[in-house]
């Protein structure tokens, strides 16, 4: 096995792209030895997050790979646009918030599906958000 | 552009979504069985999902609102194949596919939409 495994990036330009993320991710959780059902959570909470890249964020990209920590194996995906970035975290993570056509719980809903979450953005910038799950 | 087909099967129509959708494939379907729905005076719309490995709140969606816009047509339908890992992903996402009807395979998905109709029209049978 390879020690160490180079980050995978995908662009996020169209909506063919967003199925692309989750094919990779898909590639990259069987890699990390991720079990189904947490190969289904990544996979999903990437394809929302992917999503809201293109839709909100005005397209950007998805660098994903696998992660070792300590003992444990998983996957990191790292989501970034240079859009126009969230005013309001919080209101964002909130289940059946949307500023859009979705149904709120894209933001949301990826966070329950991870075991890492983080959101960075700044108004006019962009924003970054970074998932891991473990396997 | 690509797009899924539909079968008729009697007074039901049938999909099998078996690619991977792009959220504007998935709106082509919703306007697609709209659309066959009437054209056939389809009562019924079965919609097979065994093949998909995920389904996020996009598609989620799109099969929450065909199953309304079926149910403002006057035709129900069943959703059926939904792999376990999917189900359980959906209910952590939060997702609870407000009137949609599931079924766990597509026999027993027809035989639902069968007596769903029995139900409703017991005349069905002598019409077709």
């Not at chain 1, 967003?18 to 190969?39: F, N, P, S, Y």
């Not at chain 1, 997050?49 to 070792?68: F, H």
Request: proline content about 3%; glycine content about 10%; aromatic content about 2%.
């Amino acid at each position: 096995m390879r020690a160490s495994v180079a980050a995978n990036t995908v662009p996020i330009r169209s909506g063919e792209d967003v199925v692309r993320v989750r094919q990779e991710v898909r590639r990259v959780a069987i890699e990390a030895g991720l079990g189904l059902v947490d190969q289904t959570k990544i996979v999903t909470a990437a394809s929302e997050l992917a999503r809201n890249t293109l839709d909100y964020g005005k397209g950007g990209e998805a660098v994903m790979e696998v992660v070792q920590s300590s003992a444990r194996r998983g996957v990191r995906i790292v989501f970034q646009d240079q859009g126009p970035g969230i005013a309001d975290i919080e209101l964002a993570l909130k289940d059946g918030y949307t500023s859009g056509k979705g149904m709120g719980l894209g933001l949301g809903g990826a966070r329950r599906l991870c075991n890492e979450f983080a959101i960075e953005s700044t108004p006019g910038k962009g924003t970054r958000v970074t998932i891991a799950r473990w396997k | 552009m690509d797009r899924i087909p539909i079968l008729k099967l009697g007074a039901a129509l049938l999909v099998t979504i078996q690619v991977d959708m792009h959220d504007r494939l998935a709106m082509a379907l919703e306007e697609d069985l709209t659309n066959r729905i009437v054209e056939y005076g389809a009562k019924g719309v079965l919609i097979d999902i065994s093949a998909l490995e995920i389904v996020d709140s996009f598609i989620g969606r799109t099969l929450a609102n065909i199953a309304m816009i079926a149910k403002v047509l006057d035709a129900v339908t069943v959703v059926v194949g939904m792999r376990p890992a999917v189900a359980i992903t959906l209910v952590e996402l939060g997702l609870s596919l407000p009137g949609v009807r599931t079924a766990l395979n597509a026999e027993r998905g027809m035989a639902m939409i069968r007596a769903l109709l029995d139900d409703e029209a017991p005349t069905l049978a002598d019409e077709s």
